[in-house]
C-alpha cells in the first residue's frame, strides 16, 4: 500500500497520519497476521525507533478506528488482522502463524446453529473460527476418519 493510501485510510478513520501510525499499518498491510512483539521484530526490534509500548498504542488506535480487528490464539497472544471483514483462520502451531481461511458458507451455517442454542439471556457478538493444525502429511487414521 502507497503512503497516500496509508494517510487517506488514516484519515478516513479520523486518525492523524502520525508516522507511527503510518509505520505501523504499512507493516500490518504487509503482514497481515501480527502479534505487537512480531510486529516489534519486524520494524527492526532492539533497532527499532518505537518502544513496544507505542506499537502497543498504534494498535490499539488503530483497531478502535476499525483498521485492524484483534484475533486471539491459541498460543495466549493477541493478534491483530488487516482483514477487518469476517472470516476464519488457520493457525499453525508450530510456527504460531496465522493464515485467512475464508468459506463464508460454513461461517453461516455455524453462527446459525449456535444461534439456535444459544442460551437464554445472551446476546451472539460474533463467531470466530480458528482452525489449529500444523505442518506435516496426515495419518492413515486421520484419512479413515474422514
Sequence with gaps: ?????????????????????????????????????????FLGGDRCTMSLATIYNVLGSLTDA????QRPSFSNKMFFDV??????????????????????????????????QLPAGLVLDRVEIQVVCHAGHETTSEKEAQ
Design 1 to 41: 500500500m502507497m503512503e497516500d493510501d496509508i494517510k487517506a485510510r488514516l484519515n478516513q478513520c479520523g486518525l492523524k497520519a502520525t508516522p507511527q501510525r503510518m509505520r505501523v499499518y504499512a507493516a500490518m498491510c504487509q503482514l497481515g497476521h501480527a502479534s505487537a512483539d512480531a510486529l516489534y521484530h
Design 66 to 69: 476499525g483498521l485492524l480487528v
Design 83 to 116: 482483514n477487518t471483514t469476517p472470516h476464519g483462520h488457520l493457525y499453525l502451531q508450530d510456527t504460531h502463524e496465522i493464515r485467512d481461511f475464508i468459506d463464508a458458507p460454513l461461517r453461516r451455517e455455524v453462527e446459525a446453529r449456535i444461534r439456535a
